[in-house]
């Protein structure tokens, strides 16, 4: 072992010092790779490719790959492998999401496409994906055909969220939908492909799939609200992004709701484009209003139905780390 000291919710006490010491010492084997891995000799296309995960990024996927093979052979070859396809799948999702969303930050640095342009960031989206798929044809058709199903989904989330809820879809159910194939999908696929590779019971790798599915969403719900209540260093991105580009998250479908006179000038502003000035100003009225705590709200039942599930599972340091990580997805908000 290396003698890493472990970061983010591994360093939390309550979490298994011995434990958290060998999926820190996996997590560096799985950089290693993730960078040779994208690594080219053309020197435009190799900083392209390996900007974002130069920026870093707390490896959140490849951690539950890690912790869900506890509950079986954690010395399976397939794990590494495994934890770095997720990681690039969704480094690759991520050079899309800034074309789309036109970001300017992410992971604290310019976006790709604001430094290369939106063709270079697309089409190095689609080579960060291809090498994962070449790690990924050596894993076996069960896992090809998990990670089909779930960029099947990813792409869904993406279609739905950039056409928006039908008429007489209700637009919070639409919202958590998107958040469903977009974000919890790889999340819970994650868990799905330690379980797997490490022979796990079969009850042990459906249950800890659901539960992180249902973190999945917890941890986008946390995110969309530090969007609001955050700062550039907790999020890596500018505060007030999906205000700006008119984007709604479960913060403003609550603003928007309200029946109070008070609220017209932010239910104003909510769902279009807006200027720096504009964007201050929603945010200041957001931060303010009670939508915040029921976002909150929402975020600590999805975590509290993720925790359930971690309960059912055997009474071993991995599930502790799994309830832990519940506790750390609602604290990075607070």
């Known amino acids: 072992m290396s003698g890493a000291v472990p970061s983010g919710f591994l360093a939390l006490p309550n979490v298994d010092a011995t ?25 435009m296309l190799n900083e392209a490719a390996t900007h974002l995960l130069a920026a870093g990024g707390k490896r959140f996927r490849a951690t539950l ?64 994906f291809a090498r994962a ?30 056409s928006g ?25 994650s868990a799905e492909f330690g379980a797997m590779f490490s022979k796990a019971d079969p009850g042990v790798i459906e249950t800890v799939t659901r539960a992180c599915e249902a973190l999945g969403v917890a941890f986008q719900l946390s995110d969309d609200i530090l969007d609001v209540a955050g700062s550039p260093e907790e999020s890596g991105k500018v505060p007030g992004t999906d205000l700006r580009e008119g984007v709604l998250t479960l913060p403003m479908f609550y603003a928007q709701r309200s029946t109070s006179p008070e609220d017209k000038r932010l239910q104003e502003l909510l769902g279009r484009p ?50 832990s990580l519940c506790d750390y997805v609602v604290e990075r908000t607070t």
């Open 19 to 43: 434990l958290a010491r060998e999926i820190q010492d996996g997590l560096e084997q799985v950089e290693e790779v993730l960078r040779d891995t994208v690594a080219v000799s053309d020197p």
């Open 65 to 128: 790959v890690l912790l869900a093979s506890r509950f079986g052979d954690p010395t399976a070859p397939e794990l590494v492998p495994a934890a770095v396809v997720v990681e690039l799948t969704h480094v690759a999702t991520l050079y899309h999401d800034d074309v789309m969303d036109e970001a300017e930050l992410r992971r604290g640095k310019r976006s790709a496409n604001q430094r290369w342009g939106n063709s270079i960031a697309i089409l190095t989206g689609d080579f960060v």
């Open 133 to 162: 798929s070449e790690l990924l044809a050596d894993l076996g058709v069960e896992a090809v055909r998990l990670q089909a199903r779930t960029f099947g989904r990813l792409v869904q989330g993406q279609i739905l969220e950039t």
């Open 165 to 189: 809820p039908r008429p007489g879809t209700d637009p919070l159910t639409h919202y958590l939908q998107v958040i469903a194939d977009k974000t919890a999908s790889l999340i819970a696929s």
């Open 274 to 323: 807006l200027d720096n000035a504009e964007a201050d100003e929603a945010l200041r009225l957001l931060r303010a209003h009670p939508a915040m705590e029921a976002a909150y709200s929402d975020l600590r039942a999805w975590a509290d139905k993720a925790r359930a599930e971690f309960a059912t599972l055997p009474d071993l340091p991995p599930r502790w780390a799994f309830e």
